[in-house]
């Protein structure tokens, strides 16, 4: 599967289209197919793989963990948040790129959609030119999101790692009546003879701690 980070148009892509469900021929089904078709059209032209177009039932989810696509599109003409709902569970381990095309221009559906994960919510005016435009900013900011993810989870990391050696620390000043030095000294040595990093001698010696209580 290529990165979805990465902006080639060879990117892995699966739509999710809820009319597939209901089978629509009237006024508003008759759109949705014109709207459907121009996605088609722009992904195609432009060289992205179209994995599968998939109905939102109650499958969603599993299939596209099947799938594993590099992104996500949904196109409903109204509000599509039970469908972002079952998409969100289904990316829950990997996240991607979603694309929200939809005639819901209302404030509260672009917020639910949002705060679920979507990276571009595009309202009406779906033709086929606008696609890739539309998927080049949707990686850009997926990408901004996941480098603010990994920076953040790297800081909370080493503030959980910093919290361990003190406490491993604190430990062996107190059984071996060490200055601090000394023990971060011996916590050092530790790490480097049996070639671990710091954090994980220090949660061994927690663990062996807690467990002779």
Not at 117 to 129: H, K, N, R, T
């Amino acid at each position: 599967m290529n990165s979805p980070g990465s902006a080639s148009p060879s990117l892995r892509i699966v739509v999710v289209n809820p009319a597939l469900v209901t089978g629509e021929q009237d006024g508003a089904g008759a759109e949705q197919a014109r709207r459907s078709a121009a996605l088609r059209i722009g992904l195609l032209e432009c060289g992205y793989d179209l994995v599968a177009s998939l109905p939102a039932d109650a499958w969603l989810a599993e299939r596209i963990g099947q799938l594993q696509p590099d992104m996500i599109i949904v196109d409903s003409a109204s509000s599509a948040r039970d469908i972002l709902e079952h998409i969100v569970i289904a990316t829950m381990d990997a996240r991607r790129p979603i694309v929200l095309f939809t005639e819901d221009d209302a404030p509260s559906s672009m917020d639910a959609a949002l705060d679920a994960g979507v990276s571009a919510y595009i309202v009406a005016g779906l033709q086929a030119e606008r696609v890739k435009p539309v998927l080049d900013v949707a990686l850009a900011r997926f990408r901004r999101e996941q480098k603010l993810l990994e920076e953040l989870e790297g800081t909370r990391q080493k503030l959980l790692d910093r919290k361990l050696v003190d406490r491993a620390k604190g430990l062996l000043m107190t059984r071996y009546r060490l200055s601090e030095d000394q023990a971060y000294q011996r916590l050092r040595s530790m790490a480097m003879n049996k070639n671990m990093k710091l954090a994980e001698i220090a949660q061994r010696l927690i663990d062996v701690e807690d467990l002779l209580g």
